[in-house]
T-cell receptor, first 114, second 112 residues
Framework: AQSVAQPEDQVNVAEGNPLTVKCTYS??????LFWYVQYPNRGLQFLLK??????LVKGSYGFEAEFNKSQTSFHLKKPSALVSDSALYFC????????????FGTGTRLQVTL | NAGVTQTPKFRILKIGQSMTLQCTQD?????MYWYRQDPGMGLKLIYY???????DKGEVPNGYNVSRSTTEDFPLRLELAAPSQTSVYFC???????????FGPGTRLLVL
């Protein structure tokens, strides 16, 4: 079985400060990892993914994520937060292979304040 | 491109009623999905389809049915609505199976 843990229900950051949203995963074999963002009353939007290669993945809106195999983590980061980054963030994992479905975490609400 | 569209945006059903949630995508994606989102629970996969005429169950298929007669459309049917089906439903599509998915805006369903 595969699973994703997002240990923080909410992360509060001041605008201009760096932000980190945590994600750890459990999967047999090699993982595919994704981050999605959901703005109020909207569907999820793809931010970035890790398939293979460089452990640091860059995505949309200045976000990046670092894949750490030994810690089974895929934390989302941004050097300087904006108020407009306030949203719900979901981490998701699947194992490589065509038969594997995607498992989503429970989400972390990011609140960026002035 | 409109992407993934869903109708209706919001619906109130009485227990035992039935309804169909519509989903259409104009990106010519083979894969389509239905998820439900409950507060604090993330997204749970209900059904998915790998192409026209082919559907399969996800994690929580009970109480739902789907069909896929065309590449573009993937309706979700609730036959006998129950309060446990109160949720927000999202349709999504992708070019490859469980790869980057494109989501619709969602349908909020309340069963009373």
């Amino acid at each position: 079985a595969q699973s994703v843990a997002q240990p923080e229900d909410q992360v509060n950051v001041a605008e201009g400060n760096p932000l980190t949203v945590k994600c750890t995963y459990s999967v047999s074999g090699n993982p595919y990892l994704f981050w999605y963002v959901q703005y109020p009353n909207r569907g999820l939007q793809f931010l970035l993914k890790y398939i293979t290669g460089d452990n640091l993945v860059k995505g949309s809106y200045g976000f990046e994520a670092e894949f750490n195999k030994s810690q089974t983590s895929f934390h989302l980061k941004k050097p300087s937060a904006l108020v407009s980054d306030s949203a719900l963030y979901f981490c998701a994992v699947r194992r490589t292979g065509t038969a594997s479905k995607l498992t989503f975490g429970t989400g972390t609400r990011l609140q960026v304040t002035l | 491109n409109a992407g993934v569209t869903q109708t209706p945006k919001f619906r109130i059903l009485k227990i035992g009623q039935s309804m169909t949630l519509q989903c259409t995508q104009d990106m010519n994606h083979n894969y389509m999905y239905w998820y439900r989102q409950d507060p604090g629970m993330g997204l749970k996969l209900i059904y998915y389809s790998v192409g026209a005429g082919i559907t399969d169950k996800g994690e929580v298929p009970n109480g739902y049915n789907v069909s896929r007669s065309t590449t573009e459309d993937f309706p979700l049917r609730l036959e006998l609505a129950a309060p446990s089906q109160t949720s927000v439903y999202f349709c999504a599509s992708s070019t490859q199976g469980f790869e980057t998915q494109y989501f619709g805006p969602g349908t909020r369903l309340l069963v009373l």
